[in-house]
Structure formats: structure tokens, C-alpha cells
């Protein structure tokens, strides 16, 4: 490096320095140019994707309205509503969201550092170094160049990696909204069924109660014996306490529905009486698709392929890892220090 110089204000390079640089270049370029591509993966070893053929479009194309559309098959609208709210709220959710949004931010750091950065900086200070001399002014610019040359393809491992990983995480939300769609489907038709059960609950134990005062006044009569009038007695309050039991659990699940879309509880109870006991209906659904193609739908079994490639492109990076590392590096910079009516000035590389 040449310090700045009053009196040399352009320094020329020395006479040495070519003869030691640019061997230095042309062996970098070389080995530049000698880089290759990633070898191609080995059928059935770890670094080949997954095979095409056990594989099988994500349902419902990752969208959020053809998720809606699907269950609108049911013909429920307050399914669909409370389904919406749920993903609306679910923090499930959002914490695979935040990994999708920490996936592609690693994608684009991988990506990135294969290409050259070119920093630049700019600075200015006044001050004085000692008690003795004036103050004086320092001003500087200068570029800062760098780039390490991916010559064994730990780089573009290491980017293939967050490519898979970004899409491992996009499976997983995927794979969230699904089963939390699904949970909220179950918990209402299990609310319509028990809703359905406790009116034929109802039925019965009125039904017992009715049986119950007819055998006390055969028994009371003498037509029949005093142990049936207790044993209807007892029948009848087993009727009641099934009845009691069967509307606990129908309480429960509208609280498991209000805790699952954060839903007012008194609106939602309002909403949910003016269909009680309605089952839902869906329209009659074509098994078109083979079972594994079935499984190969599935959001989690997709998760699971891409976490396989991460692994893999993983395992390839650890391997380039262990071989030199070759960087290429400059800076250049103009530097101007003026202090007690004289200045200094020159460019330093």
C-alpha cells in the first residue's frame, strides 16, 4: 500500500508489484475457469431429488381460496366463516409463516454470496492529535471489492439448501392450514352431531319420565309391583343425567370452536342455534385418485422430500467445506488531510 504523499499527489505502482500480481490473477482466473457445475446426483443416493413419479400436486394449489372452495362442498356458510376465522388468528399459523419468512430470507443471503460485493465509504473527521499541533481535517473516499470463488460448489450447496428449505416451510404452511381447517370441520359437525344426539337424548328421557309415572299409578293400583314403579324411577333419572351429560359435552365443543377462531362466545352460540342439529351436507365426492397418490398429497410427506434435500445439498456443502478456500479482494481510496494552511493528498489501493 502507498501512503498518501504531498509530493507525489498520483504515485505510480512499483515496478515489483507486477510481476507478483498478476501471476496472482491469472491463477485465479484459472481456477475460475476450471470450476464446474455441481456433479449430477447418483440414482438412489442422497443427493438425488425425489423421484417425479411418487409425487403429486399439492392440493389445492396452495391457495387459500381453493381450500374455501373445497369445504364449500359442505354447504354451510357458518363453516366456511368460522373456518376463515381461524386461519385469521391460528398462531400456528403464524409462526409458519415466520419460518417461510426466515427461509427466504436465508435463500436470498445463499444466493447472494456467490456474487461480488462492492462496499464504498465515505468519512470526514477535524481534530488535532496533541496539545502541540493545529487542528487539521481528514477526509477519505474509497471502494472495497470482494468475491470468493465457489471453485467445489460449497456456495451453491449451501444456496440449493434454502431453496429446498424454503419450500419444506412453504409445505409446512400449507400443511398448518389444512389440519387447522380440518380441526375446525370436526369439532363443528361433532357439535351438530351432539346437538342431534341430545335432542334424541331429550326425547328419550321425556319418554322415561312418561313410562316412569305410568308404572307409580299401575303400581299404586295394584297392577303392577312396587320394585317396577323404582326401577322406572331409576330409569327415568338415568334418562336425565344422559341428557345433562350430552349438553355438557356440546357446551364444550362450542367453547373448543370459540377458542379455536377467537370468536365472541355469546355471538357465536346465536349463530350456531339457528341451525342446530343440522348436519352438514357435502356433495358427493369422486375417489378418482390412486392411494398413493393420495399420500403423496399429503403437505407433510412434500415437507419431508424438500427437508431430504436440505440434507442432502447439506451434506454436499460439509463436503466442499473441507477443500481451500479462494477469495479475490481490492480496495482503492483517495485520502486528503489538511491542517495549518497545508494539505495532503494521494490514493492508496
Known sequence: MHPPSSSDRSPQRPAAWLPITWPAVAAAALLAGCASPLPAPTPGSADAPPATQWHAPLPHGGQLTDLSRWWAQFDDPLLLRLIDAAQRVSPTLAQSAARIADARAERVARSAALLPSLDASVSTSRGRSDLGTPAGTTSSAGLQFGWELDLFGAGRAAAAAA???????????????????????????????????????????????????????????????????????????????????????????????????????????????????????????????????????????????????????????????????????????????????????????
Open 163 to 349: 431453496r429446498a428449505r424454503l419450500a419444506s416451510s412453504q409445505a409446512g404452511w400449507h400443511d398448518a392450514r389444512v389440519a387447522l381447517a380440518a380441526e375446525v370441520a370436526t369439532t363443528y359437525v361433532d357439535l351438530r352431531a351432539c346437538e342431534a344426539q341430545a335432542r334424541q337424548a331429550e326425547v328419550d328421557a321425556r319418554s322415561r319420565v312418561q313410562t316412569a309415572q305410568v308404572t307409580g299409578l299401575s303400581a299404586q293400583a295394584g297392577f303392577q309391583s312396587p320394585a317396577s314403579a323404582e326401577l322406572a324411577r331409576a330409569s327415568a333419572a338415568q334418562g336425565r343425567a344422559a341428557l345433562v351429560q350430552q349438553r355438557t359435552r356440546c357446551d364444550l365443543l362450542i367453547r373448543a370452536l370459540t377458542a379455536l377462531t377467537a370468536e365472541d362466545e355469546a355471538t357465536l352460540r346465536r349463530e350456531l342455534a339457528a341451525g342446530t342439529a343440522l348436519l352438514p351436507r357435502p356433495a358427493e365426492l369422486g375417489v378418482t385418485a390412486l392411494p398413493a397418490q393420495v399420500l403423496a398429497r399429503r403437505p407433510d410427506v412434500h415437507a419431508a422430500a424438500h427437508d431430504l434435500v436440505a440434507a442432502s445439498a447439506d451434506s454436499t456443502q460439509a463436503r466442499a467445506l473441507r477443500w481451500p478456500r479462494v477469495s479475490l479482494a481490492g480496495s482503492i481510496g483517495t485520502t486528503r488531510i489538511a491542517s495549518a494552511g497545508a494539505s495532503t493528498d494521494g490514493t492508496v489501493w
